[in-house]
């Protein structure tokens, strides 16, 4: 196949993980990255803030930053739909000053199993907030870069 690369070996055998739907494709995550899944509302509005950053919303008594993951990668901001959600992801460092940001989705989270079999690395520029594209069982992906996201919000939070 064509711009596709097979995972390094030491992969775990499985790993239960998420699709999560974009307006322009997918995420996939690990099903701990995933804390909630919140009807869709409306955030705080946010002072001189990137394009990305949509706002901040009061989610189990903190201030989490609400993210389009779309308009980071350069594309326009889509209408929320009927069925759109919000997902409030850990960021993976649970004592950092950010441990959790939230992510407009167009849909509902779908549960997988990922298996070294089914995934496969796309050889694709990554643009900011892409860790690595890829393909699982013909479906194509992106792996958000979590740090990059969680750095992203913080520098923004640190010019305010």
Known sequence: MSGVEALPVDVPQEVSSLLLPLADGQLLVPVDTLSEVIAMQTPVAAYDAPTWYLGELNWREQRLPLLSFEVMR??????????????????????????????????TPRLVRVTPDELARRERACRQGELMHVALSGEEAVIPDLSELERACLEYRGRR
Do not use: K, M
């Open 74 to 107: 350069g594309q326009p901001l889509t209408a929320a739909s009927y069925s759109g959600r919000i997902a409030v992801l850990n960021t993976g460092n649970p004592r950092g000053d950010l441990p959790f940001f939230a992510l407009i989705l167009q849909g």
